[in-house]
């Protein structure tokens, strides 16, 4: 009985410490494969370790870039050019969109180097919206098949070596809130529109 208790006072104190790792550590410690943002240290590893830990988005302005990083450098890099509220749906099939909202436009443009491996999630499940002064997540956010033909359409999954441009279109519930992106687990960036 005591040797257990001993074994789980060692366990937890190498958790809360985070064995070697400083509180320093960066999200490539976090995601052994080489990613980070390369802009931000994460909270102690016992935070980052924790079941359903969710890591904040860092905010970006349009025009500022974002960008996955490892080791050796820059994986890729992208920016959002614009964000434009209550556009029209150009596609002649759109399905009476908005059904619930507004639509929101974000252009976007990047590139990926050869050493990017993972590929980058920009569709349907990447986007969600925060209504204006916090609340819920709104998931059902996806309009872009809808409103845009496939030539001016981000693409859904981005891998390495690739030039990119096009545009997302979002249904938003609000005239004014916050969209995120996730592209990987805990690489999230938010924009205010």
Known sequence: MRRGIAIGVVVTALVLTGCSQGSGSTREDRFGDGWSTGQVPLPSPSYTSSPGAVVAPIHKAVGETFSVESASGTLAQFSVTAITLDVACEVSDAHGRPTDGRLVRIDLDGA????????????????????????????????????????????????????????????????HGTLVLQVAPGLRWSWTY
């Open 112 to 175: 990926a180097t050869a050493a990017l491996r993972q590929p980058l999630a920009f569709g349907e499940n990447a986007w969600s919206a925060l209504p204006e002064g916090g609340g819920a997540a709104n998931r059902h956010v996806w309009a872009s098949a809808d409103c845009l033909p496939d030539t001016e359409q981000f693409p859904a999954v981005v891998r390495g070596e690739t030039n990119v441009a096009g545009s997302v279109v979002l249904e938003v519930p609000d005239a």
